[in-house]
């Protein structure tokens, strides 16, 4: 079996010096990015070992990974302008800002070693030792071009030494990316900043003169200035330390020098001539650390996968790439001269959202979520968030929508699906939460300029904010679905409308699903029954299965089917489906579950007045249409519902005050009846902090938050407190109820603490029942 990779510990001398080699940065990655922090980094910690190794003289640094790929066959147009021009090209997988950077550096110590060798020659009759050096330095620029040229020996190459490093550049432009030519015009071929650099120094043009983007020209200015100060400040306690090490045997500056001065003439010389000379010195020194102590760890391997792999595995400091940007040369590729013009603008929506992430690892976790969602919506791939995985997905989903190795509309449909689900996430999952008490919402903004009505865009909106705090991520990859429909749709009024509409729909019954697939049981999340609405054999909403499933009548049937299949539902029936799922909610302990828990309270407490009725007294009926509307999000970020608050404490009170009030049966041992349905209500965290723990007490401040200055004849507030047998008002309570609006949920709480009635184990359980019921009838709505 062949070895799938090699690896070795190469000095920069092996690594830059293999003949014909070139090293080509293939599309998918980034620009050149180093600033004056990375180029300063580097070029300190060169200098700082050197002068290291006078105490320690096997001193060397190590610069980092790099992972390469061979291009077996070469493509002549796109890598070339002539066959067979380089006798190997290999792909940078990782560690092109090193390798380029190290290129550019080695234009800038060729240019110091042309001016030193001048300012050594116009003293070399001061001492022999001057052109020695000279000869010297001039014997190192073979072997410092190599760093950043490679030569080549096929007929007519003009010149003989062409960029070492080369990068893919945009397809709209021709050629398609830098291209090693054999004599072809350097301005054409070589138009990324840095290849276009390094042709210019090869073709002799003064590092001053060659124009530069700023990227570029500050690290080199980094290298020249810092270079530069190094060679005017060598003193000869520094030139005294390079010649110990020169004698050194197998040291890392082991003769560096093949003719050390002699001594005594150097110091006959002027200070002025002796500093030129030992900045000769240390300029020599640096090319020999440069070549022979300097390493990187290479690793070539076969198979381009493998690669990106290891990549990831490997890069701890750099900036990782994604397997979006490993796959974009693949959709260039395919599409060829139609890209720019076909599905380009879909490649940039994705990259647009990618981009708003500041950091590599946030990049990464968003392109992540992306990947792994559209592999569930376009044709049900589960898939992990590795790598590979996700790389194979994109590689695999493209080719096989390819015909003739040529683009359909499969494709066209492929890319575009992973636009919409970026931008998806960029617009519903990605922005924090909004604050307390806000009024207005950018998601409700962005769906009215969709087409929904102010009205439909704060429903849909409500709903999307619950499943995120519910922290319910799946669920999003059927709202998805729906909103690439309504991107769709917007060329067309009609069906904008439609759209509209549909969307909300289907927010609705996912949140109605959702609901009460956790109002009934406890334990996982539906993840599942979401999977299966995308790979179902039976029929699907996957885009690969087409759009006729992708309807709100099939996700409803589903979601019905899906409860139906867990026992808590019947889905031909809504009588029976109440009876299945009430007995079963009632009992079960809604307060662990806070957002859910939330909006079922609110769900049940929508458009609903205090029931007068004997016997309901505590209970709802149904209010008039948007009486009180409390399914919005307005209401869902507001202060005044954010405390979930249990009636009966949570925890059984030190000492009881209102003894005839108290039931002990209501405290067991467990949870399992103050943490039902029936047993809490919503306040705001002032009102929860500042209320009396008893039930006498609590309907005070009930009463107190749902009674406006002016009402309905009703007791006063001095009567009803002797009625309670309350003798001390909380001091907090006029604060709380002047700064407190009508909260219609808590009424029915204060008209049962008015009526005399008690809160007890046997309430809690009836009005548990009462809550479910309303919850369900909301919701079961939704679902038909």
């Known amino acids: 079996m062949a070895q799938p990779f090699k690896h070795d510990a190469a000095n920069l001398h092996d690594f830059f010096s293999q003949g014909g080699r070139g090293f080509y940065i293939p599309y998918y990655q980034r620009n050149y990015s180093w600033d004056e922090e990375n180029a300063r980094k580097l070029i300190e910690d060169i200098f700082s070992s050197i002068k290291r190794t006078l105490t320690k003289p096997n001193n060397s640094i190590f610069l980092g990974t790099v992972i390469l790929h061979e291009e077996k066959n070469a493509v002549t147009g796109v890598h070339t302008d002539t066959p067979n021009l380089l006798t190997k090209i290999v792909n940078v997988v990782d560690g092109q800002q090193r390798i380029t950077s190290i290129a550019?550096?080695?234009?800038?110590?060729?240019?110091?070693?042309?001016?030193?060798?001048?300012?050594?020659?116009?003293?070399?009759?001061?001492?022999?030792?001057?052109?020695?050096?000279?000869?010297?330095?001039?014997?190192?620029?073979?072997?410092?071009?190599?760093?950043?040229?490679?030569?080549?020996?096929?007929?007519?190459?003009?010149?003989?030494?062409?960029?070492?490093?080369?990068?893919?550049?945009?397809?709209?432009?021709?050629?398609?990316?830098?291209?090693?030519?054999?004599?072809?015009?350097?301005?054409?071929?070589?138009?990324?900043?840095?290849?276009?650099?390094?042709s210019k120094f090869i073709a002799g043009i003064a590092l001053d003169a060659i124009p530069t983007d700023e990227r570029v020209g500050l690290v080199l200015r980094v290298f020249r200035e810092y270079i530069s100060e190094q060679i005017n400040t060598a003193d000869v306690s520094l030139a005294t330390g390079l010649l110990s090490a020169n004698s050194v045997t197998d040291g890392s500056l082991s003769n560096f020098m093949a003719y050390p001065p002699n001594w005594t003439t150097i110091h006959s010389l002027p200070p002025d001539e002796q500093s030129v000379y030992f900045g000769g010195m240390l300029l020599l020194a640096a090319c020999s650390f440069l070549k022979n102590s300097c390493h990187l760890v290479v690793i070539e391997c076969l198979d381009l996968g493998l690669a990106f792999d290891m990549f990831q595995s490997l890069n701890a400091t750099g900036t990782p790439l994604t397997a979006f940007e490993v796959f974009k040369p693949q959709i260039v590729k395919a599409w060829g001269t139609g890209y720019s013009t076909v599905i380009k603008s879909q490649v940039d929506r994705i990259q647009s959202v990618f981009e708003t992430e500041s950091n590599s690892s946030d990049k990464e976790e968003l392109t992540d979520k992306v990947i792994v969602s559209s592999a569930l919506v376009f044709n049900g791939m589960e898939r992990s968030r590795r790598f590979s995985e996700e790389r194979d997905w994109l590689t695999d989903t493209l080719e096989n929508?390819?015909?003739?190795?040529?683009?359909?509309?499969?494709?066209?449909?492929?890319?575009?699906?992973?636009?919409?689900?970026?931008?998806?996430?960029?617009?519903?999952?990605?922005?924090?939460?909004?604050?307390?008490?806000?009024?207005?919402?950018?998601?409700c903004t962005q769906l009215q300029t969709m087409g929904l009505t102010p009205q439909q865009a704060d429903r849909a909106a409500f709903c999307v904010f619950y499943l995120k705090d519910a922290g319910h991520q799946f669920a999003h990859v059927v709202l998805s679905v729906f909103y690439s429909k309504l991107l769709r749709a917007q060329s067309n009024a009609a069906a904008k409308t439609a759209a509209a509409a549909e969307f909300v729909s289907v927010c609705e019954a996912t949140v109605a699903f959702f609901t009460l697939f956790m109002g009934a049981q406890l334990g996982r999340f539906p993840d599942s029954d979401y999977r299966t609405l995308f790979q179902s054999e039976a029929g699907n909403i996957s885009f690969a299965n087409g759009a006729a499933n992708q309807t709100t009548t099939f996700v409803k049937t589903a979601f019905r089917k899906a409860l139906e299949s867990q026992k808590i539902y019947d889905a031909a029936d809504p009588v029976v489906a109440r009876q299945i799922w009430v007995d079963l909610a009632k009992e079960n302990a809604w307060y662990s579950r806070k957002a859910v828990c939330r909006f079922a309270l609110l769900a049940s407490a929508h458009d609903a007045a205090p029931d007068l009725t004997t016997d309901n007294e505590g209970f709802f009926t149904n209010g008039m249409a948007s009486s009180a509307d409390l399914l919005n999000c307005r209401v869902w970020h507001s202060s005044q519902y954010e405390v979930i608050e249990h009636v009966a404490t949570q925890d059984q009170p030190s000492s009881i005050k209102f003894a005839a009030h108290f039931d002990a049966t209501v405290y067991p041992g467990n949870y399992s009846i103050v943490d039902k349905l029936g047993n809490l209500t919503l306040l705001s965290r002032p009102v929860n902090s500042s209320i009396y723990s008893e039930w006498p007490d609590k309907v005070f401040y009930y009463w107190n938050l749902t009674t406006p200055a002016s009402t309905a004849k009703g007791p006063t507030g001095a009567a009803l407190a002797v009625s309670l047998g309350i003798g001390?008002?909380?001091?907090?309570?006029?604060?709380?109820?002047?700064?407190?609006?009508?909260?219609?949920?808590?009424?029915?709480?204060?008209?049962?603490?008015?009526?005399g009635l008690h809160w007890d184990a046997a309430f809690i359980a009836k009005r548990s029942e009462h809550l479910c019921q309303r919850v369900f009838d909301k919701l079961d709505a939704w679902l038909r």
């Open 728 to 755: 001390s008002v909380p001091p907090a309570l006029s604060t709380l109820v002047a700064s407190s609006n009508y909260l219609s949920h808590l009424a029915p709480l204060a008209f049962r603490g008015q009526c």
């Open 104 to 198: 550019m550096l080695a234009c800038v110590i060729g240019e110091q070693i042309t001016e030193m060798v001048s300012k050594l020659q116009t003293l070399a009759g001061a001492a022999p030792e001057f052109d020695k050096l000279a000869t010297e330095l001039t014997d190192e620029l073979p072997n410092i071009r190599r760093f950043y040229s490679v030569e080549i020996s096929k007929t007519g190459a003009q010149p003989a030494l062409k960029p070492k490093i080369i990068r893919a550049d945009d397809v709209s432009t021709n050629p398609v990316s830098d291209q090693w030519t054999l004599s072809g015009d350097i301005n054409k071929f070589y138009r990324s900043n840095t290849s276009s650099f390094l």
């Open 401 to 443: 929508s390819l015909v003739a190795g040529s683009p359909t509309q499969k494709s066209i449909d492929f890319v575009t699906c992973i636009a919409d689900q970026a931008e998806y996430f960029l617009s519903f999952i990605k922005p924090r939460k909004s604050p307390k008490n806000a009024n207005s919402f950018g998601l």
